[in-house]
């Protein structure tokens, strides 16, 4: 197992027939950079967890794709046979109907809302996580969760796409706001330039 990892905040969604994960549609724009950003994951070897939006449709994985489920109702002694066999997990998010319902329940934090979120990250036993997504809210609780766990956090600022309101600026300031020192600001460019 590495000593680092990627954390996947809601760029995925599930296909058409919803036994497979995609780019959602309306961040095709970023596609040049995810799909560097999954070369260098893939190269690594590295473990990625990832949350699906809470608007996402429910997705019934294929047993050949690559990402292993993990829910809510997830037997915690399964996960050495699938952290042995998978490095792409999928914690899974339940939406409770209206967005006024979700805020309001804090759904969108997995970290509050999954009830193995935690145990689970803590069970890999990795203590770096390197955070893209979409969303500085959803993005946000991810960086607290893992904070709140001890790790180190880094996020990669040119994969953070804005949330619903669509405002860059909202992501400039999330960032702003984002506490040191056990968090860092990379830029994925700097890392694999063009």
């Known amino acids: 197992m590495k000593n680092f990892a990627f954390f ?4 995925l969604w599930g296909d058409s027939a919803r036994t497979c994960l995609l780019l959602r549609a309306h961040l095709r724009k970023m596609a040049p950079v995810y799909d560097r950003l999954n070369g ?11 949350t699906l939006c809470l608007q996402s449709p429910p997705v019934d994985l294929d047993p050949e794709e690559r990402w292993k489920w993990i829910s809510h109702k997830a037997d915690p ?43 689970f990250i803590e069970f890999t036993g990795i203590g770096k996580w390197f955070v893209f997504g979409r969303g500085e809210g ?11 766990l001890g790790c180190e956090v880094t996020l990669i600022e040119d994969a953070i796409a804005p949330g619903g309101r669509g405002n860059e600026d909202t992501v400039r300031e999330f960032l702003q706001r ?10 994925l460019s700097a890392w694999l330039p063009e």
């Open 77 to 119: 002694s399964s996960w050495s046979d699938e952290l042995a066999s998978a490095n792409r997990f999928v914690l899974e998010t339940k939406t409770l109907g209206t967005p006024d319902a979700n805020i309001a329940a804090r759904s969108f934090d997995v970290f509050h809302a999954h009830p193995h979120a935690s145990r």
């Open 8 to 11: 996947d905040v809601d760029t």
């Open 138 to 148: 959803c993005v946000g609780a991810v960086v607290d969760g893992l904070l709140a």
């Open 178 to 187: 984002c506490p040191a020192p056990r968090i860092t600001v990379e830029q």
């Open 40 to 50: 260098l994951v893939d190269a690594s070897g590295a473990p990625v967890v990832a």
